[in-house]
């Protein structure tokens, strides 16, 4: 079987992605968007990964979606509203037996991914690793962060985390992968959303702290509810220390509302709010604050699915 790493997206977390394995000598091929993209990639001579103030460049090779070799192992770094859809062009090229990596956050997406995909192996991914880009095709990292790994359908690891290790990816495998899914996106559903109501850095919840702890009584309960009742254990004892360990940064989702960006509200509150339904929960809290956010997203212009 070819060990080739396919990468779809070449945004912050697919550089990032790609650059290392590069660097440690994998195979490695981007697919990015359509014929512009891909010339725009070529000209600019490969991508940067930016580390301590250090750029690196790598010549990785690149193609379209429609290039015709046969892919055996994806790693799919679009965001969560694309990945479906991405995921779908590429499926005639899908080997038997192919292994995707899922980075996307929040919940929802994985299983539309999988439905478009159903021959292949979809690994769930939660990375807490930040990168972010200032210019395209130039990804800047911070160094720090996490990659947990795992396949609800099938306990055993797959035979490439080595290369993970090979090229420096800090990441364990788990069998529980969706209740690190789950606690992931109560943390983000408690702080994210209010940050961009409140229009503050993490920090400023603490001046909300009633409003939190709320949220998280709700999202406890719904925990408890889903099946995920680990994800729950002191859910508020941890949200005040991320927003305490994080004062000072803008969260995810307020930077995407404060550039113009389409957030992935779907797949966390939103997610939230269907599975609490889907269960016979009033959770009359999380369904205001998601209310509210699909209005202060619909009066910016922005999509709220
Ligand atoms: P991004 O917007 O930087 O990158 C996504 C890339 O996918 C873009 O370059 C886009 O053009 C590309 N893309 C979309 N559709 C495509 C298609 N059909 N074919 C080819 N390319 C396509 O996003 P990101 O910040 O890297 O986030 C990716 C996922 O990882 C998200 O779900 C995000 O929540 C999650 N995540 C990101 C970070 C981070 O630090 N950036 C950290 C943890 C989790
Ligand atoms: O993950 C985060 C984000 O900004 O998306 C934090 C703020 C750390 C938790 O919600």
Redesign the pocket.
Same mark, same amino acid.
């Given at each position: 079987m070819s060990s080739t790493w396919h990468i &779809?997206? @070449?945004?912050? &977390? /697919?550089s990032l992605w790609a650059c290392r394995l590069a660097q440690a000598g994998k195979a490695v091929r981007l697919? #990015?968007?359509d014929p512009a993209?891909l010339h725009a990639y070529e000209a600019a001579g490969g991508l940067s990964l930016v580390h301590n103030g250090q750029a690196q460049r790598h010549a990785i090779p690149a193609e379209t +979606?429609d290039a015709g070799t046969p892919i055996h192992r994806l790693l799919v @770094?679009?965001? !969560?509203y694309?990945a479906p +859809? @991405?995921v779908a062009?590429l499926a005639p090229r899908l080997a038997r037996n192919a292994e995707l990596v899922l #980075?996307?956050? /929040?919940l929802g997406s994985q299983d539309e991914v999988a439905s478009q995909v159903p021959h292949a192996r979809c690994i769930f991914a939660s990375?807490? =690793?930040? !990168?972010?880009?200032e210019a395209d095709w130039q990804v800047n990292f911070a160094g720090h962060g996490f990659n947990w790994l795992g396949d609800p359908a099938n306990p055993l690891p797959p035979d490439w985390l080595d290369d993970l290790t090979d090229a420096g990816i800090p990441h364990q495998w788990t069998p529980d992968i969706l209740t690190r899914l789950w606690r992931k996106l109560a943390l983000n559903c408690a702080i994210n959303p209010l940050t961009v109501l409140h229009a503050c850095r993490n920090g400023g919840l603490a001046e909300h702290h009633c409003e939190v702890a709320t949220l998280c009584a709700e999202l406890a309960e719904l925990l408890q509810h889903c099946g995920q009742p680990e994800a729950a254990t002191d859910l508020q004892v941890e949200v005040e220390r991320v927003i305490q360990a994080t004062a000072a940064n803008y969260s995810?989702m307020y930077q995407d509302v404060r550039q113009g960006r389409r957030t =992935?509200i779907h797949y966390l509150l939103g997610h939230a709010c269907r599975v609490a339904a889907r269960h016979g929960r009033h959770l009359a809290h999380l369904e205001r604050l998601h209310r509210r956010l699909v209005e202060h997203l619909n009066a910016r212009g922005l999509p709220s699915d």
């Open positions: &779809l997206g @070449a945004g912050s &977390l /697919g697919i #990015l968007r993209r +979606a @770094a679009c965001k !969560a694309d +859809a @991405a062009q #980075l996307q956050n /929040g990375s807490t =690793e930040g !990168a972010f880009r995810s =992935e």
